[in-house]
């Protein structure tokens, strides 16, 4: 009983967060990108070959099937959750496996707060992934930080940094308060340089 009671506190907070961090995000003129749900089946493949607690996580992990890169192939997104205490309640691991163009695939992860299969749209018919970080201190802020950016993927299947296509919008970092509301803080570019490293996805690359 204990064990349930704390599943549903988890993935309460988790809902929350995702709302809020919504609520946060500077609007963007998107849709929803078109998606194929994959079968909890291959959901449970993927996340037994990544996660040693695989039982228990797999059943609230998420997959979908949808063409990242624009280049006419299925890519493979898989959301797995990290099932923690508090702010990590709401951690995931994203897996984006992004055909190369060679036949080949890249996988490409990336860790984020309140992902969702929504944080998956298209603006101006292409492909991005909406994203949020948790930070601590920046060079002219000592509160901890959401982070928000925008990510796309090339036709070698990398995940890149796209925030330059939606303006000056992005990167926008808000502070972390109990009562959140979204209020921009001006970044410096040592402030920038550190959130372009911290966040760097990481890609492997299986050759076909």
């Known amino acids: 009983m204990r064990k349930v009671g704390m599943l549903i506190f988890l993935l309460a907070f988790s809902s929350g967060a995702q709302a809020w961090m919504e609520g946060w995000a500077p609007k963007l ?8 749900m994959l079968t909890q089946k291959n959901i449970k493949w993927f996340v037994e070959d990544v996660k040693s607690d695989s039982e228990f996580v797999s059943e609230y992990s998420k997959g979908v099937g949808v063409d990242l890169n624009n280049d006419g192939f299925k890519d493979f997104v898989f959301i797995i959750p990290w099932m923690g205490n508090g702010l990590n309640a709401s951690g995931y691991n994203a897996h984006f496996i992004v055909s190369d163009g ?17 944080d998956i749209v298209n603006i101006n018919d292409k ?22 950016q925008i990510y796309s993927f090339d036709t070698n ?30 970044l410096t570019d040592a402030d920038r340089r550190k959130i372009a490293q911290e966040t760097k996805p990481k890609t492997q690359v299986f050759k076909p």
């Open 29 to 36: 003129k998107s849709t929803p990108a078109k998606l194929s």
């Open 102 to 118: 060679k036949g080949g695939r890249v996988e490409n992860i990336i860790e984020g707060y309140g992902i969702e299969i929504s």
């Open 127 to 148: 492909i991005y992934f909406r994203h949020a970080a948790f930070f601590e201190s920046f060079e002219k802020s000592q509160h901890n930080h959401w982070v928000f």
């Open 157 to 186: 299947g990398i995940m890149r940094c796209a925030n330059a296509d939606i303006g000056k919008s992005f990167p926008a970092a808000t502070i972390f308060y109990s009562n959140p509301k979204f209020k921009a803080i001006e």
